[in-house]
């Protein structure tokens, strides 16, 4: 089992910067990918960007040149770095990660507890 907690999200002005943490703890071994998913109100859940053991991303193209995911292996942690926020980024935000021995490559299996990132204009 892999256990993954979030923090950095809150309130922060248009414009301003937030900076999101994924810690996963448990079976880590089995972790591949991980990323960052968001939920806005009525929607479903979309993925904001992803990184691979190996470094390769993907981003979508809301936030691309805006945010950068990271992560940092030996913590077993990644990183969302949100810039140039803008109000329409409001939204619950989910670290995500994936075990190719439960699903496959493709599927997220494990998933944070959520954390509301909220832009004031």
């Known amino acids: 089992q892999v256990q993954l907690v979030e923090s950095g999200g809150g309130l922060v002005q248009a414009v301003g910067s937030l900076r999101l943490s994924c810690a996963a703890s448990?079976?880590?071994?089995?972790?591949?990918?991980m990323g960052w998913y968001r939920q806005f109100p009525g929607k479903q859940r979309e993925l904001v960007a992803a990184?691979?053991?190996?470094?390769?991303?993907v981003y979508s193209d809301s936030v691309k040149g805006r945010f950068t995911v990271s992560r940092d292996n030996a913590k077993n942690t990644v990183y969302l770095q949100m810039n140039s926020l803008k109000p329409e980024d409001t939204a619950v935000y989910y670290c995500?990660?994936?075990?190719?021995?439960?699903?496959?490559?493709?599927?997220?299996?494990?998933w944070g507890q959520g954390t509301q990132v909220t832009v004031s204009s």
């Open positions: 448990g079976s880590i071994f089995s972790i591949n990918a």
């Open positions: 995500a990660a994936v075990n190719p021995r439960i699903t496959g490559p493709r599927t997220y299996d494990y």
């Open positions: 990184i691979t053991s190996g470094g390769s991303t």
